[in-house]
């Protein structure tokens, strides 16, 4: 669904993102760990066009990505949910969602939207800057699924999260995967999160991916190792 090969990215002469390949599959959860600074949100930023690249192929469901701008990646099926979930505070909920639906040329939330996240329809004429922080990451989410996304892309979505919200999100993510049949990439440095959430798990170090395990073998011990400061 989302394959990403030879990804190079770079500001100036320091090298962020070097070589790294990627694969993911239809209906596949792949988190992307490591600690601060290694590359998550340069790599996620890169893959929305956010960040230039230097060099590499990125493609979505046979679609090379590589030369598109972010809003045209949007509507080849790119969702991203940025870090700091970047919703607009003074807009409603209503509002803030109907900026993800104006990228793909839609007018009307969906009804399905507000099934998944039962909280936004209670809260649609709230303005984004009075939710709770768990609150605003499901406003976030629901605003890059307006988009109709075949792959979701979430930065460091537990970043200033309560640990019992936690939980709730990793739930949410598998089960927008069951319902709308998409893949998600998601980076995050929170293991019990990843463990939740991913079916495969890329450890990135140093702009390179390092380690690599599914979820049922996962060797927790080892991976926290690399989580490490």
Partial sequence: MLSIKHHLVAYGQSTIIQDLNLDVQKNEIVAVVGRN????????????????????????????????????????????????????????????????????????????????????????NRRGGNLSGGQQQQLAIARALATRPKVLLLDEPTEGIQPNIIKEIAQTLRRIRDERGLSIVVSEQVLSFVMDAADRILVIEKGAIVHEESRAEADQEKIASYLAV
């Fill in 37 to 124: 600074g290694m590359g998550k949100t340069t790599l996620m930023k890169s893959l929305i066009g956010m960040t230039p690249t230097k060099g590499g192929e990125v493609s979505l469901d046979g679609t090379d990505l590589s030369r598109l701008k972010s809003f045209q990646r949007v509507r080849a099926g790119l969702g991203f949910v940025p870090q700091g979930r970047m919703i607009f505070p003074t807009l409603t909920v209503r509002e803030n969602i109907e900026t993800g639906l104006a990228a793909v040329g839609e007018k009307k939330v969906p009804e399905d939207l507000y099934e998944m996240f039962p909280v936004l329809k209670e809260m649609q």
